[in-house]
């Protein structure tokens, strides 16, 4: 039979790409087609300066990476798009309305105010599931209320919904993102009740999409531009880029737990239903949902978000510093410090993050890393103690017998982060696909048009036959079971 491909937009924190897959029963290819910029822009509001997503350039990008994928493929039938979670367009008939704010944008704490003051934090846990994250979509939304930027909206879309009806002229707001707003409750309903109270607008967001949803071809005017001559259909992906990710671990979910490793670590494990609970609430654990139904429970880390800004800083000091020269060095280094809390909310704001490291020990009377080698190596151990904290947790809070961790995306290739990882948990680390983002958006189109057919097993065993992750004994023994969670959580 004729070949097929489709393709996968993915803006991601570091780069905007656009892939090109191959894939039939048993055959699974893989390419990137285009690369492009996604930093936020720092904009003047008249108050101070917000971070907002370059949105029409971004666009602008991904439609010439769609092109390009059309010219390397010779029948291009599906098209997938995934990003970050929370963020969001306002629109009005139709039009976006100004430039979306980006989630690290400082805005968010007036909103963290108002929505706690009409409803306990502990309360929100129990109706939407979702650990505290002070940048989730129902804070932001908050804090544009009050600052009076929804009055103009009639309704909103997360940004790959927005790239898909960009594409398509189809709105919706498919689930594994929805379920990261902070508006759905916990059975995977808009929560009217929870809007109201909060005097958030009533059916702002379109309805729930499911993931797997074919929202049509794209628009001739699209189309005829990028010169595809048979429309592509755009299929509503595992849209959040964790949840794409985590459909392509090639995992056993009954006995694994997962570290999904890009500019964030997401730690945890793959649950059929959610589990709602006190103790989930006080460690910080979230309901997210993942392909095919089923719960992304974890717990954020910072991630690699911690290394990328600390190069970028060694940058503006005009150190050439290059991450992986860094990381050989503080691979020799002997560590006589202690670690640091990697979730301090400190470290979420683009800055000077040594400096802000630093200032975290000396509060404390710390001894703080010295030289650049040895901050990096801080932060590497900082962050294997988060992620091996956050497997215990998770397995202790789903009652798992967890006897793997997985790490995917860029994490993967980390070598000392993945030895460290399984030292500290003293379980083995299997490492890769370094593109489970990528596979996991292809993977479901893929299934949408038939190339491919079975569940999230099934995909998963693809996945693990084309891209055998990479092993990491543990170096020191002990069992993941026989360790209470430490309590690094609320009070
Ligand atoms: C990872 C991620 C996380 C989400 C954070 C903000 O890229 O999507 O899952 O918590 O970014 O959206």
């Not at 990476?65 to 059309?70: H, N, P, R, T, V």
């Not at 059929?272 to 954020?300: C, M, Q």
């Not at 503080?330 to 800055?351: N, S």
Request: hydrophobic share 40%.
């Amino acid at each position: 039979s004729r070949s097929a491909q489709v393709a996968a937009i993915d803006l991601g924190a570091t780069s905007g790409r656009v892939m090109l897959a191959d894939i039939s029963q048993g055959r699974l290819e893989l390419e990137q087609v285009a690369r492009f910029d996604n930093g936020p822009v720092h904009i003047w509001n008249g108050n101070r300066t917000a971070l907002h997503w370059d949105l029409p350039g971004l666009f602008r990008d991904a439609c010439a990476g769609l092109a390009e994928a059309g010219r390397q493929s010779d029948n291009l039938v599906g098209i997938g798009v995934d990003s970050w979670a929370v963020d969001y367009a306002l629109l009005r008939e139709g039009r976006m309305l100004g430039l979306p704010h980006h989630y690290r944008d400082a805005r968010t704490t007036g909103g963290v105010e108002a929505v706690h003051a009409e409803l306990a934090p502990v309360d929100l846990y129990l109706r939407n599931g979702l650990q505290f994250l002070p940048f989730t979509t129902v804070y932001q939304l908050a804090a544009e209320k009050r600052d009076g930027l929804l009055d103009d909206a009639d309704s909103a879309l997360l940004i790959p919904d927005l790239i898909t009806y960009w594409l398509t002229g189809r709105r919706g707001t498919e689930r594994t993102n929805a379920s990261t707003t902070g508006l759905l409750g916990i059975n995977g309903e808009w929560d009217l009740a929870m809007m109201e109270r909060l005097s958030l607008p009533v059916g702002l967001f379109p309805d729930i999409v499911e993931t797997g949803t074919d929202q049509g071809p794209l628009l001739t005017d699209v189309a005829d531009r990028l010169g595809l001559v048979e429309r592509p259909h755009v299929t509503a992906v595992a849209s959040h880029d964790t949840a794409s990710a985590v459909a392509a671990i090639p995992m056993d979910p009954s006995s694994a737990a997962y570290i999904s490793c890009g500019t964030w670590g997401l730690v945890g494990v793959e649950l059929e239903a959610p589990e709602v609970s006190r103790a989930g609430w006080k460690a910080d654990f979230t309901n997210e949902v993942g392909a095919d139904g089923r719960i992304r429970y974890l717990h954020n880390v910072m991630g690699l978000w911690l290394l990328s800004e600390t190069v970028r800083q060694y940058q503006r000091d005009g150190y050439r510093a290059d991450l992986a020269e860094l990381l050989a060095q503080a691979a020799e280094v002997t560590p006589g410090f202690e670690v640091f809390d990697t979730d301090d909310a400190r470290f979420l704001p683009p800055g000077d993050m040594p400096g802000r490291i630093r200032d975290w020990y000396d509060e404390r009377g710390m001894r703080p890393p010295m030289t650049r080698p040895e901050m990096v190596r801080a932060i590497v151990e900082s962050l294997a103690a988060a992620f091996a904290h956050s497997v215990r947790t998770a397995a202790e809070l789903s009652r798992k017998d967890v006897r793997t961790v997985h790490i995917v995306g860029g994490g993967s290739q980390n070598r000392l982060l993945c030895q460290l990882t399984a030292d500290r948990l003293g379980l083995p680390v299997q490492a890769g696909p370094v593109e489970a983002t990528a596979l996991g958006n292809v993977l479901i189109t893929a299934r949408a048009h038939d190339l491919i057919d079975g569940d999230l097993e099934a995909m998963r065993t693809i996945v693990a036959d084309r891209f055998p992750p990479q092993h990491y004994a543990p170096r020191r023994s002990h069992s993941v079971r026989h360790h209470a969670a430490v309590g690094a959580g609320k009070a």
